[in-house]
C-alpha cells in the first residue's frame, strides 16, 4: 500500500494529471472561441456552411463524409487559432529569451562544441580561436576602457 500512494503522489503522475485537466479546459475555451467568433465570420461570406448531413449510399450502406469534412474544418480552424494566437507568440517570446542567454558563447569552427565568445582556445578540441569582443566590452573599450588591453598585453 505504501508504493501506491508513493505513485500516486509521485511529480510526473501529478503534473500529467494537472496537464490533462488544463488541457481538457483548454480546448474548451478554443472551441467556444471557434464557434463564438470565428465560425459566424465565416457566415459573413455567404452563411455557416454545415456539412453534418451529407452522405452518399452503396448498397444502403450510408457513409456520413459530411461529419468527417466538419470535423476537418474544426481541427484546421482549430490549429489555426492556436499556431496564431498561442503558439507562434510564445515561441517568439522563447526565441528573445533564449537570444539573451545565448550571447555569451559561440559555436567552434574546428569542433563546433560551444564554447565562449572571450575564449582564445576552445576547450574540447584545444584549437586556438580568435576570441570575439562582446558589443558592451566594444563599448567600454571606446569609453576609455582601453587601459585595461594594454595591461593585458603589457603582462603576456
Request: aromatic residues 12%.
Amino acid at each position: 500500500m505504501e508504493g501506491f500512494k508513493k505513485f500516486l503522489l509521485q511529480g510526473n503522475l501529478v503534473q500529467l494529471a494537472v496537464a490533462v485537466v488544463i488541457g481538457a479546459v483548454f480546448s474548451n475555451l478554443i472551441t467556444a472561441f471557434t464557434e463564438g467568433f470565428i465560425t459566424p465570420l465565416l457566415g459573413i461570406f455567404g452563411g455557416v456552411p454545415e456539412f453534418g448531413q451529407l452522405y452518399f449510399e452503396i448498397n444502403d450502406s450510408r457513409f456520413m463524409y459530411g461529419q468527417f469534412v466538419d470535423a476537418v474544418i474544426s481541427f484546421l480552424l482549430t490549429a489555426a487559432i492556436l499556431y496564431f494566437f498561442v503558439v507562434l507568440p510564445i515561441s517568439k517570446l522563447l526565441e528573445k529569451l533564449v537570444k539573451e542567454e545565448e550571447a555569451t558563447t559561440r559555436e567552434c569552427p574546428y569542433c563546433y562544441s560551444e564554447i565562449d565568445k572571450k575564449a582564445s582556445r576552445c576547450a574540447n578540441c584545444t584549437s586556438e580561436v580568435t576570441p570575439e569582443v562582446l558589443p558592451e566590452e566594444e563599448t567600454a573599450e571606446e569609453t576609455g576602457g582601453s587601459g585595461s588591453t594594454g595591461s593585458t598585453a603589457a603582462s603576456s
